[in-house]
């Protein structure tokens, strides 16, 4: 079995929390700077709790060999409605992503190019759904190439622009009324941990038994909860410095590349479209490839994909500032429920292994 190193899980962990949502900004915007410096704060806790739940979750993987998703949050083989919910809910969360990065494909095109949301919205699922039925299987490895040089360009934007652009005056607002699923920056950044923990899952499990001990993989997180750290505050000073001129853009990000140059902003959204497709094609990949397993009668591969790209064209619709701000929040707080499961996974663990010592 492949041996995975320290910097190789690091680049998971952080790769995870990467969706063209977050290096958009709208992510950002929404969940922390839309509470001034209490963003910040948020932020901090947001890398604390992402760090301890990614470093449970992969301990759970690497002591039990359990990789799927319910038996994570799960542990045993009670309850298997229960699981069976669960299973549901995950597949719906990925379909919800599909849906979301369309959006943000369609809006991308249309703040870069005037393109009409709608058309880019279509071709946005076109292409997804070509690649898919092409068999998409290094589709991982694809959206890895892309997130390197964008997280890159973030980096750079955010300097370039604290020398371009006055800085504005920063409000305390803990409480925020703009979004009533995100009353203040303590819940919004328990929504914000726990939606994306659901995104992490799937992408750090299956590697934790790969990992030579528990030790590289506590490594492991801390590096990738340093990297995240430095890709989060590029990312999120701007919004809070600059929150007037960004607040109402759907790409807020793209909208202060173009600001800096209109070559910054051609560059910059040429590689936000490749994670936005890279992340959409991920998700449909995952849904297509675990509805398949059931052997649904009457539903082929192609016939699925055909059918979860329309569903998924028609939801995209609703706009992607409308679904940041309505499916994450409400996609958090259900997580709640499976971040609960995981920490008394974790922790029955933990007592079976000090109970296995003590007799020794």
Same mark, same amino acid.
């Given at each position: ?44 806790? %947001? ?81 997804? %759904? ?22 890159? %360009? ?52 299956p590697i934790a038994p790969e990992a030579p001990s528990e030790r590289v993989i506590l490594r492991g997180i801390l590096r990738g909860v ?35 140059h209109p070559a910054a902003g051609l560059l910059y959204g040429i590689l936000l479209f490749g994670g936005i497709f890279g992340a959409a ?80």
């Amino acid at each position: 079995m492949k041996q995975r190193t320290a910097r190789q899980i690091a680049m998971a962990f952080t790769g995870s929390f990467l969706g063209a949502g977050f290096v958009s900004g709208q992510e950002l915007m929404q969940f922390f700077a839309a509470f001034g410096p209490w963003g910040l704060a948020g932020m901090v806790l %947001a890398l604390a709790l992402l760090g301890l739940s990614g470093m449970l979750v992969m301990r759970i993987a690497k002591r039990t060999g359990i990789t799927e998703f319910d038996r994570i949050v799960l542990p045993g083989e009670k309850a298997p409605f229960l699981r069976k919910l669960l299973s549901a809910a995950f597949l719906i969360f990925l379909f919800g992503v599909t849906v979301v990065m369309i959006a943000g494909g369609g809006a991308l095109l249309e703040q870069l190019f005037g393109l009409p949301t709608l058309w880019g919205n279509a071709l946005l699922t076109v292409l997804t %759904a070509a690649v898919v039925l092409l068999g998409a299987q290094g589709v991982v490895t694809a959206f890895g190439l892309v997130v390197p040089p964008l997280i890159a %360009a973030a980096a750079a934007i955010s300097i370039w622009s604290l020398f371009r652009f006055p800085v504005g005056a920063l409000f305390s607002m803990p409480v925020s009324a703009e979004n009533p699923l995100l009353s203040n920056w303590f819940l919004s950044t328990v929504s914000f941990v726990s939606y994306n923990l659901l995104s992490a899952v799937s992408i750090l499990v299956p590697i934790a038994p790969e990992a030579p001990s528990e030790r590289v993989i506590l490594r492991g997180i801390l590096r990738g909860v340093g990297q995240l750290a430095v890709i989060f505050l590029c990312i999120l000073l701007p919004l809070l410095l600059f929150r007037p001129m960004l607040q109402d853009s759907e790409l807020p990000m793209l909208a202060l590349a173009q600001a800096l140059h209109p070559a910054a902003g051609l560059l910059y959204g040429i590689l936000l479209f490749g994670g936005i497709f890279g992340a959409a094609l991920s998700c449909l990949f995952g849904v297509t490839y675990r509805i398949g397993q059931a052997h649904i009668p009457h539903l082929s591969g192609w016939k699925l994909t055909a059918v979860l790209s329309m569903l998924a064209f028609a939801a995209s619709c609703a706009g992607f500032q409308e679904l940041v701000s309505t499916f994450f929040p409400i996609c958090g707080y259900l997580g709640l429920f499976a971040m609960a499961g995981i920490v008394l996974h974790s922790v029955r663990l933990f007592s079976k292994g000090k109970k296995t010592a003590s007799r020794s």
